[in-house]
């Protein structure tokens, strides 16, 4: 076996154990529903190759040392952190305020992710709007654009309903992400090397299904780096807007109970509802259909009842006696 052939033996053997030490990691899901901004949903892959293998393969460049610990240790000091929002606010229009959000989000720098509008029923029966919108914020911008969203129900304290703030710090795995890929980009960048000094076909074979391993690799881990960088760069806000009429306090005779008396009084007039329209369904639905089908089958019951008695009650012929 001539060197060439070695070598792309030591690659494959390369290949295989960084696959193998990418099974055993812990994989981490990315699943992005942005429609802008490009953010794409991968699979987070395995650690990147070991510097014992390449030692093994003078050919290949290392796949760590002094100057990927330095560039690990820089960026660990630059933290990596994506922020999301989520709120939940009764506004006086929730159409209205839904285009207000995606202005803001505009003006912001930021973008509409997405928007639905649909209609739902007071306590009354009064048909009304609600409203979802997610946008994306500039990350530095975050607090701003919650204080501005939460001042369009004109009574924050009164209006919002839940707020939830977190955050996700991502330093670890873009780090990780970055060294993986450098160290896959310098292995395909010898490959090509090897490529094209090889003149055996099953030589150009083998080394042109290894780099096209290793290309599809490297561009799923672009994928995820640039997920990270952009959901760092820009926060998710959530926001559902409900119509200020759907969570309008009971009154009786001009008091407004709260705590536990509201939550009695609100679960009483459900109960009512409920009956109300149980009550409805009987009338307009059970009572038609029962008279449909129940009146034939009491009529012909009766029928057959009454055809059954005067069977019995007609009279039979004595037994004719026997001749002599």
């Known amino acids: 076996m001539n060197k060439l052939q070695v070598t792309s033996l030591g690659l494959l053997l390369i290949f295989v154990l960084s ?14 529903q942005d429609s802008k ?22 050919e290949l460049p290392a796949a760590s040392g002094a100057a990927d610990q330095a560039a ?44 639905n509008l649909y209609k739902t029923q007071t306590s009354t029966g009064i048909e009304v709007p609600e409203a979802t919108v997610t946008v994306r914020i500039p990350a530095g911008r975050l607090n701003e ?21 977190n955050g996700q710090d991502v330093t670890q795995e873009y780090t990780d992400l970055k ?20 003149t055996k076909t099953e030589d150009i074979l083998a080394i042109y299904n290894q780099k096209q391993s290793i290309s599809q690799q490297i561009e799923v881990l672009k994928g995820q780096i640039q ?26 005779a001009g008091w407004e109970p709260r705590g536990i008396a509201r939550d009695a ?30 009146l034939p089958l009491y009529f012909l019951i009766r029928w057959l009842v009454r055809r059954g008695k005067k069977h019995q009650a007609r009279p039979t012929a004595p037994p004719v006696p026997p001749a002599q």
């Open 179 to 198: 060294s993986r890929l450098k160290n896959l980009e310098e292995a395909e960048a010898e490959l090509t090397r090897f490529y094209e000094k090889a």
């Open 19 to 32: 696959g193998c030490a990418g099974t055993a990691a812990t994989p981490e899901s990315l699943s992005v």
């Open 72 to 115: 690990i240790t820089t960026q660990s000091e630059n933290q990596m952190v994506i922020m999301n929002a989520n709120l939940t606010m009764a506004v006086d229009d929730p159409s209205v305020s839904l285009a207000d959000i995606q202005k803001l989000a505009a003006d912001m720098g930021g973008f509409t992710v997405s928007s």
């Open 145 to 165: 654009a919650l204080d501005k969203i939460k001042a369009m129900t004109g009574d924050p304290e009164k209006y919002v309903l839940t707020e939830n703030v």
């Open 37 to 58: 901004g490009g953010f794409g949903g991968r699979n987070a892959a395995s650690s990147p190759v070991e510097a014992p293998l390449a030692a093994t393969f003078p």
């Open 227 to 252: 997920y990270y960088e952009q959901a760092s760069a820009k926060s998710l806000i959530s926001i559902n807007l409900k119509a200020k009429s759907t969570i309008a306090p009971i009154t009786v």
């Open 265 to 294: 009084l609100q679960a009483l007039v459900e109960a009512g509802k409920g009956i109300v329209n149980v009550l409805i369904w009987i009338a307009l639905f059970i009572l038609p259909i029962a008279l449909v089908i129940g």
